[in-house]
């Protein structure tokens, strides 16, 4: 344990937390997936954690560490930051333990997290939004915390939550098919990652477990590159459950003992995910949630890059859908970055002359009958001559692109590419 660092959560701690919340959480099933297993060759399996109270796992390390709570510790109450899984865990423990919260939130919480941390709190629970990120609310509640002497309730960085989140462990020792290769866990904070892996370190020590994050927000796999939690530059928060700038400090000792490795997916591939587990599964999975079913498909699909990440190639994977907490406004976004991920969705700078039959050449000419326009917007501004047009078009198939890049370089249209990650992209899509 390096200097300074709390102590973490042990196999007891997490054994006494199940005794805690035996008769206040779901035992969660673990459900075979036809499609992931299907496409990996493998067994695939789901742990449902969407379907838990609350829709998500945060439940699980909020109730275990609020039970705890002295009599002074709950007349005084609590106060805590969340992107909004981990308030909907505060806001239940305080309305059935009776104790006050105030909740800090950052101002990307979708709204629907927002009205059931309501839902759930009742007149026990108050919200705080917060003008920035999960790290700027994670300040101000510490700060709230010592000034008014509450209890801070953390959503990781705590023994007594990780001990919490370490119950799906003790639920997995006895779902789990007896050949499981590897378990795939979501990373935020890494609160969830340390307690599973702290159980089954102990009780399971032939599965290897595997942590997954954004790239958007990969602070753990950043922590275990450099041998500390460092900082992020930035961090994207589409991935609003995970969308953590520094991993946590007690979380991080129990990731270096018994954690194999950290996977980092693109938002786009969780997007696509999203969507699969929708159609083919029936599950409704919030950004987090599809994580490690991502990295399952992204990581695992062939039996070589199983031989190389698990030591085998063979065996069951167990990949958890952490909360299914997910606004549906958010849907047009998440279908868009999937198509963009997937390589079906492209934006172009197109500017046509201004004379008779420009546009209908660019429809019969450029276009291919399996090429759709789904943006088109169109604007003459000073110059007479000629107009730009911001155009996005659909092809049916990655390999497509090509054929309609020549096709725009053969015509007599000045077309420019936007790239996904350029300035201009972000400012005009």
Not at 144 to 160: E, F, N
Not at 230 to 244: C, E, H, I, K, Q
Not at 265 to 293: K, R, W
Not at 306 to 319: P, S
Request: charged share 25%; with cysteine.
């Amino acid at each position: 344990m390096s200097e300074g660092a709390r102590p973490a959560a042990t196999p007891s701690d997490i054994e006494a937390a199940a005794d805690a919340l035996r008769g206040v959480v779901h035992r969660t099933p673990l459900s075979p997936s036809e499609r992931l297993s299907s496409a990996l060759g493998i067994p695939v399996l789901l742990k449902r954690e969407d379907q838990q109270r609350c829709r998500s796992f945060k439940v699980r390390g909020a109730y275990a560490l609020m039970s705890r709570m002295s009599g002074p510790e709950r007349e005084r109450g609590v106060v805590c930051a969340s992107a909004g899984n981990h308030a909907q865990g505060v806001a239940y423990a305080c309305a059935h333990l009776r104790v006050r919260g105030t909740i800090y939130l950052p101002s990307n919480t979708p709204r629907q997290k927002r009205s059931r941390i309501a839902s759930f709190g009742g007149e026990w629970v108050e919200q705080v939004i917060v003008d920035g990120p999960f790290d700027k609310a994670n300040a101000l509640a510490r700060e709230a915390a010592r000034v008014s002497g509450r209890l801070l309730v953390h959503p990781y960085d705590d023994p007594r939550t990780i001990a919490g989140q370490g119950t799906i462990g003790v639920e997995l020792v006895d779902q789990m098919p007896d050949d499981t290769a590897a378990v795939l866990v979501p990373v935020g904070g890494g609160g969830l990652l340390a307690g599973i892996a702290t159980w089954l370190h102990e009780a399971a020590p032939g599965v290897r477990i595997i942590g997954v994050e954004p790239a958007g927000a990969a602070s753990m796999r950043a922590a275990m590159d450099a041998g500390r939690p460092v900082p992020l530059d930035g961090v994207d928060p589409f991935v609003d459950g995970t969308a953590v700038g520094l991993a946590g400090a007690v979380p991080f000792e129990a990731v270096m003992r018994h954690v194999d490795d950290v996977l980092v997916v693109p938002e786009g591939a969780v997007c696509t995910e999203m969507i699969d587990l929708y159609q083919s599964d029936g599950v409704i999975a919030e950004p987090a949630g599809a994580l490690a079913s991502a990295a399952a498909r992204m990581h695992l699909g062939t039996a070589e890059d199983r031989a190389r990440l698990l030591g085998r190639a063979d065996g069951a994977v167990v990949c958890l859908v952490s909360g299914g907490n997910n606004d549906l406004t958010r849907y047009a976004e998440i279908m868009e970055r999937s198509l963009r991920h997937e390589g079906l969705r492209h934006y172009f700078l197109v500017t046509f002359p201004q004379q008779p039959g420009a546009l209908r050449m660019f429809l019969e000419d450029v276009l291919s009958p399996t090429d759709d326009i789904v943006h088109f917007e169109y604007t003459k501004k000073n110059n007479r001559e000629s107009g730009p047009a911001l155009v996005g078009i659909d092809i049916a198939s990655r390999e497509d692109i090509e054929g309609l890049r020549r096709r725009m370089e053969s015509s007599p249209l000045h077309v420019e590419e936007l790239e996904p990650d350029s300035e201009i992209f972000r400012m005009l899509v």
